[in-house]
């Protein structure tokens, strides 16, 4: 790889596209944090705030939909594993391995959704406990980090395909497995601020 | 000196084997995590603990799996005081949440 700095050291001795990813990942994080520093600001002004995810069945299956994610991290190193050792097969199963985990994470969050928006009548703008506050932000923070999820399968799904191809090298595959691996990150506290705090047995 | 010849390959990183106990330290740490919701802990050391748990989840996440503790330790310094400082003064607002409950039509 050529320097493009001509005479200047390189300061993080990385290349440029994870530097790029790195760049994101943290502006991201800021957004994301703001969506739940927003959600926890309301819910603190809020006295009768809603807690509607009783333990069985909801935090159950929220739980398995962190399995998921968590997986899918795994199978995405392991991707990068592989593809540092030059395995490019291997690293295509992976890659397809953690796109099966987050398509997993997808479908079991829309049904979440459908049964908040059907069974529960919980919508972005009314629901019955009267606080529309909780749908507004529920769906912004959790329709939000869904949309990363999909944009992350569609990516890897794009990697994995020209991985398999025979192009891309090794650090491709790295930057996608961060922006991957963020994904996983952010739910890490959605999971417990959003759900585990309102969970009800 | 400034010379552009810091090209060293870096495959210098966890082993398979460590990256298994990352995700199972992560596992587990969400299964206490939701065995706290099961005992339906007082409100502010359930936030507490919830917090405290995601933040070692979140750190085990970066270092390992997103690589950064076998990266230079100039990008972390470039990266995360920063993010967490901006995090921190958005708590900034968080009393005026507590006090919005007072000042409400009664």
């Known amino acids: 790889m050529e320097s493009v700095w001509h005479g200047g050291a390189s300061p993080y001795s990385i290349g440029s596209k994870k530097l790029g990813m790195w760049l994101f990942i943290i502006s991201d994080a800021l957004t994301f944090s703001a969506l739940l520093m927003a959600y926890t600001y309301l819910r603190l002004s809020n006295p009768n705030w809603p807690k509607p995810f009783i333990f069985s069945p909801s935090i159950i299956f929220s739980s398995i939909m962190t399995f998921c994610l968590l997986s899918s991290s795994l199978t995405m190193v392991m991707a990068v594993h592989s593809m540092n050792h030059g395995n490019r097969k291997s690293t295509v199963r992976w890659i397809l391995a953690t796109m099966v985990g987050g398509l997993a994470f997808v479908i079991l969050h829309a049904s979440e959704w459908r049964h908040l928006i059907l069974d529960e009548h919980v919508t972005p703008f009314h629901n019955e406990w009267n606080v529309p506050l909780f749908g507004g932000t529920f769906f912004t923070l959790t329709g939000l980090h869904m949309t990363h999820v999909i944009i992350g399968v569609i990516y890897l799904g794009i990697i994995a395909f020209a991985v398999g191809r025979g192009k891309f090298k090794a650090e491709d595959v790295e930057v996608s497995g961060l922006y991957w691996h963020f994904v996983d990150l952010v739910w890490m506290f959605i999971f417990p601020l959003v759900y585990l705090m309102s969970a009800k047995v | ?106």
């Open chain 2, 1 to 106: 000196m400034s010379e552009h010849t810091e090209q060293v390959e870096h495959i210098t990183s966890a082993t398979t084997k460590a990256f298994v106990y990352v995700w199972v330290a992560l596992l587990a740490m969400t299964g206490v995590e939701v065995l706290l919701a099961y005992e339906q802990v007082p409100t502010l050391i359930m936030l507490t603990a919830l917090l405290g748990l995601s933040i070692i989840k979140a750190a085990l996440i970066i270092a390992y799996f997103m690589h950064l503790k076998f990266e230079r330790l100039s990008l972390f310094l470039t990266l995360f005081p920063m993010l967490v400082l901006c995090i921190i003064l958005m708590l900034v607002f968080m009393p005026d949440s507590m006090r919005a409950l007072y000042m409400r039509v009664q």
